[in-house]
């Protein structure tokens, strides 16, 4: 099969490391694995569970995987800290799964928030 321009297709296995098998990373990779399962057909995604984003950018930064799902947080911290293969991490999509938390003071109530 060709791609564009005459040059070869994508093909091989591209290592994905997500996270806890019930967690939101575990997700995101089922859904870009079932996304890519037709286009291009020649490329297969393996997942691979982890501990969270600080083993999925040590497994990315160290060659053990291709792509990964980190928080800002713990790319920050990853690169503040000059691990291993720090320098070789690269963003391509931000992604926003955390959900808004709001606190008041106990005894007050809330009745509605406006945005």
């Known amino acids: 099969m060709a791609g564009p321009f005459g ?4 093909s091989g296995t ?3 490391s997500t996270g806890v098998p019930t967690g939101v990373y575990q997700r995101y990779g089922k859904l870009l694995r079932q996304a890519l399962a037709q ?11 982890s501990e969270g984003s600080q083993q999925n950018l040590a497994r990315v930064a ?11 947080d713990a790319v920050a911290q990853y690169q503040r800290d000059r691990k291993p293969g720090f320098e070789r991490l690269r963003g391509c999509a931000r992604l926003y799964d955390d959900y808004v938390q709001l606190v008041v003071r106990k005894g007050r109530r809330c009745g509605r928030c406006r945005t």
Do not use: N
């Open 7 to 10: 040059s070869p297709a994508p």
């Open 14 to 16: 591209v290592t994905f």
């Open 39 to 49: 286009d291009p057909p020649e490329v297969t995604i393996k997942l691979t569970d």
């Open 62 to 72: 160290t060659g053990k995987a291709d792509f990964t799902v980190a928080t800002a």
